[in-house]
C-alpha cells in the first residue's frame, strides 16, 4: 500500500488542480451561461506568467500567483469586452477563435513561452523562504487553494453578483429590462474566473516544472467542460465530482489487468462516448443535479 | 441492490490484488506511449518494435526472469505523461521506462531524475532531448548528427555549395538551422538562406518563390508528416528542380511513394534491412513473418531500447547487482558498446547513442543507399 502512496499523491494533486479550473468554467458557465472553450488559455497564461516569474524574479507563492492572476484577469479583460457583445452559440465561436489564437502564440512567441519546446526547469514553489518539493506539501497546497477557490466562488454565487448572473443565465433580456448591466456583469464573470483559472495554472507550473503548449490546447478545453457537464452545470460539487470521476477513469482502467495493456486507450474512449451518451438520455443535468438546488441563492 | 454492489467492488478489487501478485516475479520496464488521441498510431507502431524484443531476450532466457512491458497511455500529453510515470515508478516499480515525444519527455525528465529510473528516448530527434540529465538516453541519432553525416558527403561527392534550408518553426527546425549555421562554412558549403514554415502550414508557394530567387545548388528540408511530402510536392510544381535533402523523417511510405521526390537524398541511422549480422536479421525475418511488412527506423529504435535494458540487466544478474536505474546507468557507462539492430552502437556521455549514419535516395521502393558514414 505504501507503493501506492506517491502515484496517489500525484493524481490528487492534479486533480485538486483541474478541480480548480472545473469549478472556475463552472462559474461562468453554469451561473452565467457563458459557454467558453477558450478556459485552457487563461489556464495557460496563469502558468507561464508563474513560470516566467518565477524563473527571472521569484518563486514566491504570494507574489507568483497574485501576478499570474492578474495577468489572465487583464487579458480575459481585453478579450471578453468585445466577445461578450455577442450570446449563445455565437459566443462559442468566439472562444474557440480565441482557443486558436491562444495555442498560436504559446506556440510561437518563444522568448516567454519557449514555443513548442516548453519552459524546463521552473523553480519549487517557495512559501514563506521554505521550497515545496515534498508531494504532501504540494498536495496540501494545492487543496488549500482548492478550498480557497471554492470559498471564493462560492461566497460571490451567494451575494447580489451571483444573483445577477442566474439572472443573465436564465433571460439575458429580461435582466436588461430590469435594468441591470449585462455587459459588465458578464464582462466580471469573465475576469474572476480566468484569474481564479490563473492559480491553477501556477500551481501546475510549479508542480511539473515544464510546461509547454500541449497543456493549453483544445483538447484541455473540451476536457475541462465534459468535467463541468458529467458532473453537473450550476452546482457546486458537479465540478468536483466530474473532476474525480475523469481523472480517476483513465487510472481504474489501466489498473483493469485483463484488458489488453496496448488497447486501453481505445477500450476508456469507447467507455467515455457510451458513459457521455447514457449520462445525456438518463441524467442530462449531470451526475449532481441542479434542479433540485433551484430556488436557492 | 446495495449488498450487491459492496460485493462486486470488493470482488473486482481482490481480483486486482490477485492479478497483480500473480506478475510479481516478471522483471517489468515501462512504456510510456500514446495509445489514444490523435497520436495513438505512433505507440502502436513502437509497441511492435518493444514487445519484439521482449519476446525475443524471453525466448533465449537472456534473464532469470520472464521480462514484461507494463504500457500506460501518455495521450502524448505531459500531464497524462507524468500520471503514467509515476505509476509506473511509484506503484510498479520499473527501473526502466520507453518514452516518447519531446513535450512527454521533457516532463518526464524529472522524475526519472528524482526517482533514478531510466527513460529512453527512441522517437524524437529534437537536439535538446541530449540534456536531460544522466537518467534520460536516447537510443536514436539526435538531429544534428543527421546535418553532420550529410553534408560533407552533399559538398565533396555531389559539389553542392550554395543551400537554402526550409525549416518548421519549432524546437527541431531550430537545432537543424543552428546546426547547418555552424556546419556548413566549416565543409566548404553557404548557407545562402534560411527559410522557416509555421509547423500547421501546408501552402508553400510563397516559400517556393523564394527559394527559387536564392538559386541554391540543394534544398534542405526540415520538417515532419504530411507538410514535408506538401513542401516537396509543391516544390517541384513551382518548377524547383534542385536537389532535394532532409533527414530521418524522410523515411516514411507516404514520401518514398511520391513521384515528385524521387531522388531526394537523407539521412537516417545506419541500418541495412539485409544486412547477415545475427541480430539485425533475426530482428527484420521476425519482424516481416509477424506483420508481413519491412520494419521501419521507430521499430528498430524501440526494438533496440528493450534489447538494450536486456543486455544491461543481464550483466547486472551476472554480477549479482540489482537491476535498479542506478546500475544500470553505471553498466551503461562500463559496457560502452552494444550488439543491437543496425550493428554495434556507442553512448556518447550525455546518453545519446552514437552509431554509423547512412545517406539513402528516394527510389520508389522504400529507398537505397548511396553512402554510409561512420561517426
Redesign the interface.
Known sequence: ME?????IL??AT?MCINAVLAITLNFIMGYAGIFSIAHAIFFGVGAYTAAYFALHASASLFLAIPVSMVAAGLLSLILALPALRVRGEYFVAASLGLQVLGVTIF??WKSFTG????V?GIPPADLFGHAITDPVQFLLLAAGCLVLVILVTNTLLRSSFGRNLKAIRDSESAAHAFGKNVAVIKTLSVMISSALAAIAGAL?AFY?????V??FTL?TSVLLMAMVIIGGTGTLLGPIVGTVLLMLL??LF?????LP??????I??IAYGAAMVLLMIFRPGGLVSARKNQGEP | MIFAKKTLSISLLAFAAWGACAQAADLKIGALFPMSGPNATYGDIFGTGANLAAEHINADKILKEKLTIQYEDSQALPQQGVIGMNKLVNVTKVPYVLSAFTGVSKAISTTAARTKTVAINGGGVGPDLADLGPYFWNIIPLANFEVKAIIPYLIKERKLKRFVLVYVDDPLGASIRKEMTDTLPKAGGELVEALSVPASSQQFSGIAARVRAAKPDAIYIASYGSQEAQIVKQFRDNGLKQQLVSYSAFSIPEINKLPEAAGALYTTQNVDWNSTDPVTKRFVDDYKKKYNKMPTAYVANYYNAVRLFGLLAQQLEKQGKPVTGENLLAQRIETKTFDLVGGKATFASNGTVISAMQVNEVDGKGGKVVSVVSQ
Open positions: 507503493k501506492m502512496l506517491a502515484y500525484n493524481l492534479l506556440s510561437e514555443g513548442l519546446g516548453g524546463i501546475y511539473l516544472g515544464f510546461i509547454n500541449e497543456s483538447d483513465p487510472s489501466s489498473y483493469m489487468w485483463f495493456q496496448t488497447e486501453i486507450g481505445a476508456q474512449q
